[in-house]
């Protein structure tokens, strides 16, 4: 999974690459040494690892491993980045576990992921993960009791008219969406509606079956089994197209702290969903780019999805170049089309999304109730006119 030219190769990303983990193995410490001594762009090295969410960690492994190479204020300069993130990492803890006792307290049954969550249970410590939201998944009959705690705390929805009656029927959200903008805090609520990018509704009461307990801060919160998370975090990776570095260091972690995985519970889980081949696109990701310790059975499984190792390809090619590759509307349709197996199934799941209205759809014509099927066809109108077409910039 590498570029085809070397020159193609950009070494401040390559840098984030080869610090976007906890273990350094000898081969990779000796080429952060190598990089850090060359001449790079630091400014552009530090706006990278923002937006791939990964500044503790270039800050950790530059510390570890290239003390002596790295220029000193560039390396303070990450420092400081990276104590501001373990400030905001123990704020958006204390936050997430403030939340959940109140929705416990009134008899809502709600699963913490993702953030700090995910950061304890992949890596050890919850301020090595960069996490910028709060994330809840909750049964949709709880949204009206949820949403009330929520503003009771001083959040305001991003889209307050997603709660009104009616409403969910016609306009979909991705995730309700919460912010205080004093305190720059934000909650995202997920049910099984908005779940969209699940090519099957996932059944939370099966998945409520198999919590597991993680300590946070002393507290004791129940999220996701382990043969779930997986599935789940390829998933949320897939949706957002693999941008980040972080969403595959994300699953490279995990693997490596649970060696005791059941891989065929993990499959079954995917493929219950129909999310086989996102599973597999994200394992490829990081077996390729950052060296997760798979079982070869495991690897034989992703190499015989050929589909699954050229959009994996696809991806890492674009970590490595200095600029992503954004993604116009007709290649975004194509991406999701290939994340499903089997022609008909990629088609269906692609088309569901492309038509299926979500809130900004809703933000931008309010339509009353008797016409809310156009909303599917203004959908991919303004999927065009946001992304672009083939030819054409998006606005």
């Not at 104590?83 to 913490?112: H, W, Y």
């Not at 409520?208 to 997986?230: M, N, Q």
Request: hydrophobic share 45%; charged share 25%.
């Amino acid at each position: 999974m590498t570029l085809s030219s070397s020159d193609l190769v950009c070494p401040e990303k390559r840098l984030l690459v080869c610090c976007a983990r906890t273990r350094i193995e000898p081969h990779i410490a000796k080429e952060i040494r190598d990089l850090a001594a060359g001449a790079l762009d630091w400014d552009f090295l530090l706006s990278a690892a923002a937006e791939n969410s990964i500044l503790p960690l270039l800050a950790r492994q530059l510390s570890a491993v290239a003390p002596d190479v790295a220029a000193p204020n560039e390396l303070e300069r990450l420092k400081n980045a990276s104590r501001a993130n373990a400030l905001r990492c123990l704020v958006l803890t204390a936050e997430l576990i403030k939340i959940m006792d109140l929705f416990q307290s009134q008899g809502i049954e709600a699963i913490p992921y993702k953030g700090p969550i995910l950061a304890v249970q992949a890596y050890g410590d919850v301020t090595l993960r960069e996490f910028e939201d709060i994330d809840i998944v909750l049964r949709q009959r709880d949204m009206a009791k949820a949403n009330e705690i929520v503003l009771s705390l001083g959040y305001h929805p991003k889209f307050p008219w997603t709660l009104d009656s009616g409403a969910a029927a016609a306009v979909v959200p991705g995730e309700y969406n919460y912010r205080d903008e004093a305190r720059r805090m934000m909650v995202e609520l997920h049910t099984e509606w908005t779940l969209r990018h699940f090519p099957v509704r996932p059944n939370l009461d099966d998945l409520a079956r198999r919590l597991v307990p993680v300590a946070l801060s002393g507290h004791e919160l129940a999220t996701f089994g382990h043969e779930d998370l997986l599935p789940i975090l390829c998933i949320h990776g897939s949706k957002d197209f693999w941008e980040r570095i972080s969403w595959i260091a994300d699953i490279s972690e995990f693997i490596r702290s649970h060696p005791q995985l059941d891989w065929d519970q993990v499959f079954r889980r995917a493929e219950a969903w129909r999310a086989g081949r996102m599973l597999r696109v994200g394992l490829a990701l990081t077996a390729g780019l950052l060296d997760a310790p798979l079982p070869e059975e495991i690897m034989a499984r992703v190499r015989n999805d050929r589909v699954a190792t050229s959009v994996a390809s696809e991806v890492a090619q674009s970590h490595l170049r200095r600029e992503w590759s954004e993604r116009d509307a007709a290649a975004r349709f194509h991406f999701r089309r290939r994340m499903v197996a089997g022609i008909f199934a990629g088609w269906r799941y692609s088309l569901r999304l492309a038509t299926l209205p979500a809130e900004e759809d809703g933000a931008m014509m309010r339509l009353p109730p008797m016409l809310a099927p156009l909303y599917g066809v203004l959908r991919p109108l303004r999927l065009l006119r946001k992304y672009g077409s083939p030819g054409r910039r998006p606005q």
